[in-house]
């Protein structure tokens, strides 16, 4: 039986400093080791002092995640030299005294699979290291001190996943739900990571690290499973240890005897007291949760009659539910949702095509109630969006710069159909027979029209013609 449980490190990435001294959380728009300070340096002398905020948007995704929210929480050093960690020790959480991390038990549903949450910890992130070189030979070692006391929760599950594409599903589901939350922003890099603890049949579990995005995730741990799997088929001992993902080779490498608990030697962080959360603030972060994804979707579906498959979709991304609460009206809900999720989720499908439309919720408003007045055919409007997006402009005008109101004057529209009929003799003598058929004559009129022609009107007058 393959058992595989993960811990994810999640970025807060929208606070505005880090998680124990005034430096920016934002490390990415700085030059290298310029967001810095004797803090999160740990010169001596420097004294930490507990980011607030950080802590009510990390009780938050415990409540998201439906895990248990203590009233005292506390800090400890987990000690351990690496390169990118400047105090020598990291500040996490530990439950040596009880439930004291910021979250503890929860659940979250894969499908019909109930994945366990064992605990929730809120820690500072290490600093950056930068590989330069072509070669194992010259290669070096470059540190960039920015990202370290970046605020960071990690959430550790029980091996409840079977098998890689629950882990996939998992990842996407926690990516949607922090994004949700407007806590943080998955799509950054480096802003969630996760590493895997894989076992077989009972064997000692082996740690994954070193993986760069949930693709690589999901094949890291496919490799490893069939890595076990053979040697436990050859009798050979699968030692318990950390490896790394090769993503070059696509394999997982040997990199360390994994470690215990007691090698980190962990203590109480004598320079941060405990905190308690009373329980005025439990309800007043109850209160600002956001109305959650599965809610959302409920309401797609129940109150605008939307169809599951496309309110899935639109509910479980921020960007696309923002515009859609912000442009629809009970008329057009529908109409505004499968311009989203099918033609505008095309054109901005990166981080950086977001950015950098123009498309507000007025413009889906006008491109809806066009579509239903008949004012513009769907194909005309799926040229007006690629223009809209890419410049900005009121819809009024695009339509008016590239010609694309509706053929609806009955005269020129029955010229085409003529047209048609002629040069379509055998399609329209189906037709009378197989009403089926008619919706190939009505293409071609939008065909001849460039998607211009009403088609309300257009198939109205064919079966007229047919008749």
């Given at each position: ?15 505005e400093?880090?998680?124990f ?8 728009s700085?030059?290298?080791?310029t ?8 010169l001596?002398?420097s004294l930490p ?6 802590v ?6 415990a ?21 990118d960690l400047?105090?020598?020790?990291q500040?996490?959480?530990?439950n ?9 038990a929860?659940s ?7 994945i ?6 809120l820690e ?9 070189g072509?070669?194992s030979?010259?290669?070096?070692t470059?540190?960039?001190y920015?990202?370290?006391?970046t605020?960071l ?5 029980e ?8 882990v ?36 000692k ?12 995730l ?6 490893e499973?069939?890595?076990q ?11 318990q240890?950390t490896?790394?993902w090769d993503?070059k080779?696509k ?16 203590f ?23 109305e959650s ?29 923002d515009?859609?609460e912000?442009s629809?009206?009970?008329s057009?809900?529908?109409e ?12 901005v ?10 498309i507000?919720p007025?413009?889906?408003?006008d ?7 008949g ?13 809209i ?11 008016s710069?590239l010609?694309l ?21 055998g ?5 009378k027979?197989?009403?089926?058929t ?8 939008m ?12 198939l ?6 047919i008749?």
């Open positions: 039986m393959t058992k595989i449980g993960l811990e994810i490190h999640c970025q807060l990435t929208n606070l400093s880090k998680l001294c005034p430096c920016k959380a934002n490390y990415r700085y030059e290298i080791n967001n810095i300070c004797p803090i999160c340096m740990g001596p002398g002092r507990l980011n607030q905020e950080a009510k948007k990390a009780t938050m995704i409540m998201a995640l439906n895990c248990s929210t203590p009233e005292k929480i506390a800090f400890f050093r987990k000690n351990y030299f690496y390169p400047p105090k020598n020790f500040i996490t959480q530990l040596i005294y009880g439930d004291t991390s910021i979250g503890g929860g979250v549903m894969v499908g019909d699979k109930k366990r949450i064992t605990r929730i910890q500072e992130d290490p600093g950056r290291l930068i590989y330069e072509n070669s030979k010259n290669q070096i470059l540190v960039d920015n990202r370290a006391g605020p929760v990690e959430i550790v599950t091996p409840d996943f079977e098998n890689p594409k629950q996939r599903e998992f990842l996407n589901i926690l990516s949607d739900l922090l994004e949700n939350l407007g806590i943080s922003d998955p799509s950054l890099e480096g802003a969630m990571r996760a590493d895997a603890n894989v076992s077989i049949e009972g064997e579990k082996v740690e994954i690290k070193n993986i760069g995005s949930f693709h690589d999901e094949k890291a741990v496919h490799f499973i069939t890595r799997e053979s040697l436990h088929a050859r009798d050979i001992e699968i030692v240890e490896r790394h993503d080779r394999i997982t490498i040997s990199s360390r005897s994994k470690e215990e608990a007691l090698d980190y030697r962990y109480l962080e004598g320079d941060i007291p405990w905190v308690k959360i009373d329980s005025e603030t439990f309800e007043k972060l109850k209160s600002n949760m956001p994804i599965s809610s959302k979707k409920e309401r797609y579906v129940s109150n605008h009659h939307i169809p599951n498959q496309v309110a899935d979709v639109l509910s479980s991304d921020k960007f696309y539910s515009l859609f912000q629809y009206t009970e057009n809900a529908k505004i949702a499968n311009i989203i999720t099918t033609d505008l989720m095309g054109l499908d990166t981080r950086e095509k977001r950015e950098s439309s123009k507000t007025n413009h889906l408003r491109l809806a109630d066009s579509i239903q007045s004012k513009i055919s769907r194909n005309s409007a799926k040229n007006a969006l690629y223009e997006v890419k410049t900005g402009k009121d819809l009024a005008q695009v339509i710069d010609d109101g509706n053929v609806s004057d009955e005269s020129e529209l029955t010229k085409t159909i003529d047209e048609v009929i002629s040069e379509e003799a399609a329209v003598e189906q037709a027979t197989n009403p089926q008619i919706n190939y004559l009505v293409g071609k009129v065909q001849k029209t460039k998607g211009k022609a009403d088609p309300k009107m257009t109205e007058l064919l079966k007229k013609k008749e």
